[in-house]
C-alpha cells in the first residue's frame, strides 16, 4: 500500500463511530484526497465504514458555542483517572470515545460524585431508573454509570437514526420530549446541551484529525518511492 493510501487510511480512522454510511475515496494524481458516501466512478474504493465529516453548517454553529467554561471546570484528576475507562466503555458499545468524553464535561466535568438538583448521578449523571433500566447500580459505581449512560446513549441513537441531535437533546430532556415536539425540544437547556457538547465533540474530532495530518502528511512522490 502506497504511503497515500496509508495517509488516507489514517485520517479515516479519525471520523465518528456512530453514523451509518460508508465512505469511498481515492487520491488523485496531484495527491488530492475524494471522499463521497458511495463510489461515483471506478477509481473510488471503500475505505471505511462510518461517515463524512461534520457538515460546514454544523461546524460553524459548534463554533459559535463558548465551550471555554465547561473544559475550565473538567477535574484534571477525574479526567485523567478515568478516561481508559470510558474509552473502553465507548469502543465496547461501538461509540466514538470524543463524543462520551464531549457527553462527561458538559454532564459532571468528570466530577464522579456529582449529583444534580434533579437526583441525576455521577459521571454521565444518569438518573437511577434509568440505570434501573439498563439493570444496572449507576449511581455508587463508576463503571456502572458509564455502562448505563453509554447504553442509553446507544438506545437513542437507535431510536433517532442518522439524527445524533436528537439523541443528544433526548439524552438532555428525555425521548418523550424530543418525540412530542418531533426534534429538538424548545427548552433554552436543552438546545444549549446539544450545541455545547456537539461543538466538544466536534472540535476534538478536529484536533485529532489535525494531529493525524501533522503526523502522517504524505511525502512528496519523489521521497515517496
Not at 6 to 17: A, E, S, W
Not at 49 to 66: I, Y
Not at 121 to 132: F, I, R, S, Y
Request: glycine share 6%; charged share 20%; no cysteine.
Amino acid at each position: 500500500m502506497s504511503r497515500y493510501f496509508r495517509f488516507l487510511l489514517t485520517l479515516l480512522v479519525g471520523l465518528p463511530l456512530l453514523a451509518q454510511a460508508d465512505v469511498y475515496a481515492f487520491i488523485d494524481a496531484d495527491g488530492h484526497a475524494h471522499f463521497a458516501p458511495k463510489p461515483l466512478d471506478a477509481r473510488y474504493q471503500l475505505f471505511k465504514k462510518g461517515t463524512l465529516p461534520p457538515s460546514r453548517a454544523a461546524l460553524a454553529q459548534a463554533e459559535s458555542v463558548d465551550t471555554a467554561p465547561y473544559l475550565a471546570r473538567r477535574s484534571a484528576t477525574g479526567l485523567k483517572t478515568y478516561t481508559p475507562l470510558i474509552e473502553q466503555t465507548a469502543r465496547r458499545h461501538g461509540l466514538d470515545p470524543m463524543l462520551l468524553h464531549a457527553i462527561i464535561t458538559v454532564e459532571s466535568g468528570y466530577h464522579a460524585e456529582a449529583v444534580s438538583p434533579k437526583g441525576a448521578m455521577g459521571l454521565m449523571q444518569v438518573m437511577p431508573d434509568t440505570g434501573a433500566r439498563f439493570g444496572l447500580d449507576a449511581a455508587h459505581d463508576v463503571k456502572q454509570n458509564l455502562e448505563a449512560g453509554a447504553r442509553y446513549l446507544v438506545f437513542l441513537l437507535a431510536r433517532y437514526p442518522q439524527r445524533q441531535d436528537w439523541a443528544l437533546a433526548a439524552y438532555n430532556a428525555g425521548e418523550g420530549a424530543v418525540d412530542r415536539h418531533q426534534g429538538i425540544p424548545p427548552f433554552e437547556e436543552t438546545q444549549h446541551y446539544v450545541k455545547t457538547v456537539s461543538a466538544l465533540w466536534h472540535g476534538a474530532q478536529r484536533k485529532a484529525r489535525q494531529e493525524r495530518l501533522r503526523q502522517y502528511a504524505p511525502l512528496p512522490e519523489a521521497e515517496a518511492s
